[in-house]
Structures are given as structure tokens and as C-alpha cells.
């Protein structure tokens, strides 16, 4: 009987060893690494799947068209003006047909003209300056209206350009910029070129009033010779 109670305390003593869990630290270090490695690889898929798509969110904002788009108050004050240059009359800026009309206007003064041809050249020459005036005046008065607007088309495009959200838009922004100050230069060359054709047409025919003056003068003094007559001054 003692020897069956051992035996019994025996195996019962090794049945309970066998279900204990035994503790490896070294396992556990090693599957605790792995797992952290595994983490960090999933944190640096995450933050390279953010990076790409913030990179298309910035794509998408650089390829945004600007909403402001003032080219066409632009292409409008530059028809105002060119339209206004074309009004010119008497003597218009065009270079083919300046040389002939200058040669008919101011520099046919010779003596196959008659008295009468050279008043009315006179006149007409008189009538291209005061024209050639009042065109200068309407380009300046175009020109001032302009400022107004370009100031407004100026504000609302510098705006746009600091409110942009991306390239695009700041390069849109920018050329339209570059669009109103082309147009500014327009305004000023076309007051500039009206205003010295205008003196230009004055001075020519202040040269040829005295280029006719002389020929007048010229011709009084070989002319016939004065003859006294009678002159009744009241009737009987």
C-alpha cells in the first residue's frame, strides 16, 4: 500500500509539472521586436500613402484655373483706344499714306497756284491742326477714364494673386497683372503719339504759312503796278 501511494503522488506530481507554462524571455524580446518593426513599417507606409496624396491634392490646386479673369475689360479699353486712333481724320497715322497727303497739304505752294488755291490750303491746313488738337485731347481724355479702371482691375487681380491656391492660379494671376500694365503703356503711347502728331501738324503749317507768305509777298512785289483813280465817296 505504500509503495502504490507513492507511486499514485508520482505521477501526479508529474502530470502537474507538464501543464505549467514555462517563460522565455528571449522568445518574448525577440517576437516584441518584431512586432514593433512590423508597426513601424505600417507607419511609414501610412505617411508615404499621406505624402502621395497630399502631393495629388497639391497637384490638383497648381492645375486650378483662376476664377478672376479680367481679359476681356482688358481687350475692351485697347479697342477703345485703337478705335479712337482710327478717327483720326485729315491726316491719319498711317505711314503709306502720311507722304502724299503731307506733300499735297503743306508743300504745294508754288507759284502755278492760283490766289484762291492758296487761301483754301490755308484753310485746310488751319482745320488739320485744330482736328489734329482735338484728337490729342480725346486720347488724353480716354486715357485719364482708363486710370479709374485699371486701378479697380489692378486691386482685384492683386488679390486674386495673394488669395491663389496654387501655381496656376498665381501665374494667371500675374500674366492679367502684366496684361494692365501693357494696356497702361497702350493709353500713354497712343496720348504721346497724338498729342506730337498734333504739334507736329502745327509747326508744319506754321512753316508753310511762312513758306506762303513769302510767295504772297513775292508776288505782290512784281505785280502790276498801283494806278490812281477816282473814288466817289457819296452818291448826289
Same mark, same amino acid.
Given at each position: ?21 514555462? %517563460? ?5 524580446? #525577440?517576437?516584441?521586436? *518584431? ?7 505600417? @507607419? ?7 505624402? #502621395? ?15 478672376? *479673369?479680367?481679359?476681356?475689360?482688358? #481687350?475692351? @479699353? ?33 507759284? &502755278? ?6 487761301? &483754301? ?11 489734329? %488738337? ?17 486701378? $479697380? $482691375?489692378? *486691386? ?24 494692365? $500694365?501693357?494696356?497702361?503703356?497702350? &493709353? ?36 502790276? *503796278? ?7 465817296? %457819296?452818291? &448826289?
Amino acid at each position: 500500500m505504500a509503495a502504490g501511494a507513492i507511486a499514485v503522488a508520482v505521477a501526479l506530481s508529474s502530470s502537474s509539472a507538464s501543464a505549467l507554462i514555462v %517563460f522565455d524571455p528571449r522568445n518574448y524580446a #525577440e517576437n516584441l521586436l *518584431s512586432a514593433s518593426r512590423a508597426l513601424e513599417q505600417i @507607419n511609414n507606409q501610412i505617411t508615404s500613402l499621406h505624402n #502621395e496624396a497630399q502631393m495629388l491634392i497639391n497637384q490638383a490646386k497648381n492645375l486650378t484655373s483662376l476664377p478672376t *479673369s479680367l481679359l476681356g475689360q482688358i #481687350e475692351g @479699353n485697347f479697342s477703345q483706344m485703337k478705335s479712337l486712333l482710327g478717327e483720326a481724320n485729315k491726316l491719319a497715322y498711317s505711314v503709306q499714306d502720311i507722304e502724299s497727303q503731307f506733300n499735297s497739304i503743306y508743300q504745294q505752294l508754288g507759284s &502755278d497756284l492760283s490766289s484762291q488755291q492758296l487761301v &483754301d490750303g490755308a484753310r485746310q491746313r488751319w482745320q488739320t491742326s485744330v482736328s489734329a %488738337f482735338e484728337h490729342s485731347l480725346k486720347a488724353g481724355a480716354v486715357a485719364v477714364d482708363n486710370i479709374e479702371g485699371t486701378q $479697380q $482691375q489692378t *486691386s482685384s487681380l492683386v488679390g486674386a494673386s495673394q488669395s491663389a491656391v496654387g501655381v496656376l492660379q498665381a501665374t494667371q494671376a500675374g500674366n492679367q497683372l502684366l496684361a494692365v $500694365q501693357a494696356k497702361q503703356f497702350a &493709353d500713354l503711347t497712343a496720348m504721346l503719339a497724338a498729342q506730337g502728331r498734333a504739334e507736329a501738324l502745327d509747326q508744319a503749317s506754321k512753316a508753310a504759312a511762312q513758306e506762303q507768305a513769302r510767295e504772297q509777298f513775292s508776288r505782290f512785289m512784281t505785280g502790276s *503796278s498801283y494806278s490812281p483813280s477816282a473814288v466817289k465817296m %457819296f452818291h &448826289d
